[in-house]
């Protein structure tokens, strides 16, 4: 797994910016729904669109996470995208960008989001890599595949 943050430019950003920021759980404004096409407001404006209903277990900030992604600037190019790469990723989640740290723990594997990251959540005024500019709301459409459960 060490391999794999160093390796992709766009993932080792998500985990280098969560480092910055911190990764406890944010509860859901309202009751939490994980109904297809059921949309999700959190704290901090990330917005969580349920696109596939997961039945297995749902992930704690501590947990390590795989999944499928694609990310996308709000003008629609795409940045990143595992399916891409033709291999879902693994990662800590509570290393990531509080987007993905809050976002995912709404979702069940086996179910799929699209989470807008406003800046504040993903990068903010630094952007990332020459890849994200600065204060950039970052689209990403997830697939939460499993979830390895930390004490």
Not at 24 to 41: F, L, Q, R, W, Y
Not at 73 to 102: A, H, M
């Amino acid at each position: 797994m060490k391999k794999f943050f160093s390796a992709l430019l766009p993932i080792s950003l998500l985990v280098a910016a969560g480092a910055a920021f911190s990764a406890t759980p944010v509860p859901a404004a309202g009751a939490a729904s994980s109904k297809p096409d059921a949309t999700e407001t959190l704290p901090g404006g990330i917005v969580v669109q349920h696109t596939k209903t997961g039945t297995g277990a749902s992930p704690q900030a501590a947990d390590v996470v795989q999944v499928h992604y694609r990310g996308k600037l709000v003008d629609g190019t795409e940045f990143d995208s595992s399916y891409k790469r033709g291999k879902p990723t693994s990662f800590p989640l509570n290393g990531v960008i509080p987007c993905w740290t809050q976002g995912l723990q709404k979702l069940k594997v086996g179910g799929a989001a699209t989470l807008t990251c406003p800046p504040a959540t993903a990068y903010g005024s630094r952007g990332a890599g020459g890849v994200i500019p600065p204060n950039a709301t970052l689209t990403f459409e997830v697939e939460l595949l499993a979830v390895e459960k930390r004490p």
